[in-house]
C-alpha cells in the first residue's frame, strides 16, 4: 500500500502562488507516472499535470505557462508550483501516483486551494 500525502494549499489572492507538494511512502514498485488532478464543486476532477518515468510533462490548456510540476526521485515527492494564479484554480488539489505491475493508481486526500479575486 501506498500513501501519498498532500500539503501546501491555502488561501491566496489573485495573481499569487502557491506550491503544492505530494510525499509518496516507500514502494517496491517503479514509478510509472505522478500527477496532480483537482475538483470544485459541480465539476469533475481533471487533471492538471502530470510527470512520467521518463521526464516528459504534461499540462492543462488552461495552465500552461503558469503552472509546472517537478520531481525529486530522492525524496519520493511531486512538486507542483502555481503562479499566477486565478479564482477558477479553486478547488480541491489531489496528486495521483501509478506505478508499474500495480493494477489501480494512488490518491492523495486532497489539499484546498482557494484563489481569492
Known amino acids: 500500500q501506498v500513501q501519498l500525502v498532500e500539503s501546501g494549499g491555502g488561501l491566496v489572492q489573485a495573481g499569487g502562488s502557491l506550491r503544492l507538494s505530494c510525499a509518496a511512502s516507500?514502494?517496491?514498485?517503479?514509478?510509472?507516472?505522478m500527477g496532480w488532478y483537482r475538483q470544485s464543486p459541480g465539476k469533475q476532477r481533471e487533471l492538471v499535470a502530470a510527470?512520467?518515468?521518463?521526464?516528459?510533462?504534461n499540462y492543462a490548456d488552461s495552465v500552461k505557462g503558469r503552472f509546472t510540476i517537478s520531481r525529486d526521485n530522492a525524496k519520493n515527492t511531486v512538486y507542483l508550483q502555481m503562479n499566477s494564479l486565478k479564482p477558477e484554480d479553486t478547488a480541491v488539489y489531489y496528486c495521483?501516483?501509478?506505478?508499474?505491475?500495480?493494477?489501480?493508481?494512488?490518491w492523495g486526500q486532497g489539499t484546498q486551494v482557494t484563489v481569492s479575486s
Open positions: 516507500r514502494t517496491p514498485f517503479r514509478f510509472k507516472a
Open positions: 495521483n501516483a501509478d506505478f508499474f505491475g500495480v493494477a489501480t493508481p494512488y
Open positions: 510527470i512520467f518515468t521518463g521526464g516528459s510533462t
